[in-house]
């Protein structure tokens, strides 16, 4: 149950809804509100699709590439960390939404890699390698995060409202905070098995 509360909080800082907040309102601001929240819908539904393949094709891939456990936990570690640091120093560059005003996006670039993106695909690597005899609790803990993640998108007008920009970056940088740790121990993890064969 720990594992699965664990890979919850991880999967939704990793797929950073606060942070995507500002992308996703810049993309759908010249749309109409009601077909706004059905654009919404469609790419977080098209992105759970995404990440529940990858999450069972996961550990095939692993044994195709005949990578061990610790080679996944020290480089998870490292991509995280890498994550965390660009969400505690932001930059304007990648900000470019690849979406022209008014056109309505499909796939790229709200599903992926917006939600699904790079890392949130390797992590599910990461946790259905480590836990194989827990991929149940791991769909679970998918779910749940991708619905908290939806609520926050959804929610979107309410939320920017009642933080501000300052507040949104503020909350931003304090998950990039708590990612930085779960990082490290992930990469610490990764290092005492090795060491420890």
């Known amino acids: 149950m720990n594992e699965m509360i664990s890979a919850t ?14 992308i996703f309102m810049s993309i759908l601001k010249d749309l109409d509100p009601k077909r706004r929240q059905i654009i919404i819908i469609r790419e977080m539904i098209i992105a759970l699709l995404l990440m529940l393949g990858f999450l069972f094709v996961g550990e095939y891939i692993l044994k195709f590439l005949n990578l061990h456990t610790e080679t996944v ?14 969400m505690l120093f932001p930059s304007d560059e990648g900000n470019n939404t690849g979406c022209s005003p008014g056109e309505e996006p499909f796939l790229v670039p709200l599903a992926i890699p917006l939600v699904a993106g790079p890392s949130v695909l390797a992590t599910l690597l990461l946790l259905s390698h480590q836990y194989p005899q827990e991929i149940k609790l791991l769909i679970l803990a998918l779910v749940v995060a991708w619905g908290l993640s939806m609520l926050v998108l959804m929610l979107s007008n309410v939320l920017s409202q ?5 507040g949104i970056s503020a909350l931003e940088r304090l998950m ?3 990612l930085v740790m779960i990082s490290t121990q992930m990469l610490l993890d990764g290092v005492h098995s090795y060491f420890n064969l």
């Open 73 to 86: 936990s020290i480089s998870g570690g490292i991509v995280l960390f890498l994550i965390a640091i660009r």
């Open 9 to 22: 909080i991880l999967l939704f800082l990793i797929m950073d809804p606060i942070g995507n907040l500002p």
């Open 176 to 178: 990039g905070l708590l």
């Open 162 to 166: 009642l933080l501000g920009v300052k």
